[in-house]
């Protein structure tokens, strides 16, 4: 099995090299958090098919475009990234054609679940195998951007499917919003012990500050 940089080198370090190939990373985060920054990354190290269920295509390309020009690590986008809006009366369809034609290991992201999780728990749940043999057979990673809140039962089936869950949590204290990252679940690895303290402002690095209790 072949590990595919995450396009965060802290996490790469900490995962030998990154993800297993075939994976399905769900990405859990406040509506309200810099996720967006995080899902930019995992888009960069390959060529990547991003769909889109809520913003436009237009918003996207400026917002990869705008942090790939800030990138901490000094990284570029070297590969191709393909930003396509999935079909609101059907995204399942849209999102599985675009799975069975992913490039060989390419990222596939979809921002954000939710359109597809109000479906049936008949077709969701077929949706998401089919989904992971997609990805397993490119020898790619999907990258699911999962948006808490009023989520719906369905939520219950991604998580279980998951091979990896990226749990990004955000408080706001009266001084600082501090971001903690935290991977519960990792098929095929070992998940991270303690949280990752992670500075979200319009890049993605490490905090190496102190708590102050």
């Known amino acids: 099995m072949e590990t595919l940089p995450t396009g965060i080198s802290v996490l790469d370090r900490e995962f030998g090299g990154g ?3 075939g994976s399905v ?4 985060a406040d509506p309200a958090s810099q996720s ?6 995992f888009s960069r190290p390959r060529e990547c098919r991003y769909l889109t269920t809520v913003r436009s295509a237009d918003a996207v390309e400026e917002s990869l475009t705008l942090d790939a020009e ?3 690590d000094g990284d570029e986008r070297d590969h191709e990234t393909v930003v396509e ?3 609101h009366e059907d995204p399942i369809d849209d999102v599985l054609a675009a799975a069975a034609d992913l490039p060989e290991r390419a990222t596939l992201v979809v921002d954000s679940i939710e359109p ?3 479906a049936d728990r008949s077709r969701y749940g077929p949706f998401l195998t089919d989904l992971r043999r997609h990805v397993d057979d490119a020898g790619g990673i999907a990258v699911i951007h999962a948006l808490k809140g009023e989520t719906g039962t369905n939520r219950v089936v991604t998580e279980q499917v998951a091979d990896v869950i990226f749990d990004l949590r955000t408080t706001v204290t009266g001084t600082e919003v501090v971001n903690r990252l935290i991977v519960p679940k990792f098929r095929g690895g070992a998940a991270l012990e303690e949280p990752l303290k992670l500075k979200l402002t319009d890049t993605v690095s490490v905090d190496t500050s102190r708590d102050i209790a």
Request: hydrophobic share 45%; aromatic share 0%.
């Open 19 to 21: 993800l297993p190939s």
């Open 25 to 28: 990373v769900v990405l859990k």
């Open 36 to 41: 967006e920054l995080i899902v930019d990354r």
């Open 70 to 72: 800030d990138g901490d």
């Open 85 to 87: 809006e999935v079909d």
């Open 116 to 118: 597809l999780e109000a």
